[in-house]
């Protein structure tokens, strides 16, 4: 059975950091694009960062460029973003998802998490 899970969510002050994992198990993550989304209340859904493990491409929002990263451990089967600088707005519940690489981000999900939640206080 396909699994992804997140972790590393938590409250940190504005200007902190936190990294995030997305585990994952039941397919071949070699294969795959993660997504990492978010999800605040009363907010559309926002792509966030994306690594593609079938080439390394990396995409990031305008909103978080320059302070997230995105990496991708296929030892560990494991996707890590971290998360510097944060802000305020960066306040949400964060997902991770998985797509066919061969499809690229941006791409209905195949399979996602049930997110970790990250507040960032002011």
């Known amino acids: 059975e396909a699994q992804l899970v997140e972790s590393g969510g938590g409250l940190v002050q504005a200007g902190g950091s936190l990294r995030l994992s997305c585990a994952a198990s039941?397919?071949?993550?070699?294969?795959?694009?993660i997504d990492w989304f978010r999800q605040a209340p009363g907010k559309e859904r926002e792509g966030v960062s994306c690594?593609?493990?079938?080439?390394?491409?990396?995409y990031y929002a305008d909103s978080v460029k320059g302070r997230f990263t995105i990496s991708s451990d296929n030892a560990k089967n494991t996707v890590y973003l971290q998360m510097n600088s944060l802000k305020p707005e960066d306040t949400a519940v964060y997902y991770c998802?998985?797509?066919?690489?061969?499809?690229?981000?941006?791409?209905?999900?195949?399979?996602w998490g049930q997110g970790t939640q990250v507040t960032v206080s002011s």
């Open positions: 690594i593609n493990n079938t080439d390394g491409s990396a």
């Open positions: 039941g397919f071949t993550f070699d294969d795959y694009a």
């Open positions: 998802a998985a797509v066919p690489g061969r499809l690229g981000c941006h791409h209905p999900y195949d399979y």
